[in-house]
């Protein structure tokens, strides 16, 4: 007599069950969890991989755009900043 054993997406194996139960559920263990291990580091790396192509898409286009539309220069900034704060200060004193 055999079972099957479903596991994963859509992955089975076929089991013999004319045996005891602890070297059946041992081969079910290195049958299915490992394979289902295998699968899962496999899809791991895809996504690790994948990742940094994103990243390394996201600099070259945040480069782009900085030559487009390059931001203010820092003194024009920090000149910005200290107007807004010596506004904010002057009407606290009226």
Not at 38 to 49: A, I, L, P, S, V
Request: glycine share 4%; aromatic share 8%.
């Amino acid at each position: 007599m055999f079972i099957s054993v479903q596991y994963g997406y859509n992955q089975a194996k076929l089991y013999n069950i004319n045996c005891q139960i602890a070297p059946l559920l041992d081969a079910i263990h290195e049958g299915c969890y490992k394979d289902m291990h295998k699968f899962m580091k496999k899809r791991e790396e895809f996504f690790n991989k994948e990742i940094a192509n994103l990243k390394k898409k996201e600099q070259t286009l945040l480069k782009r755009l900085e030559k487009i539309d390059p931001p203010k220069d820092e003194k024009a900034q920090a000149a910005t900043k200290e107007e807004t704060k010596e506004k904010g200060t002057s009407k606290k004193k009226d």
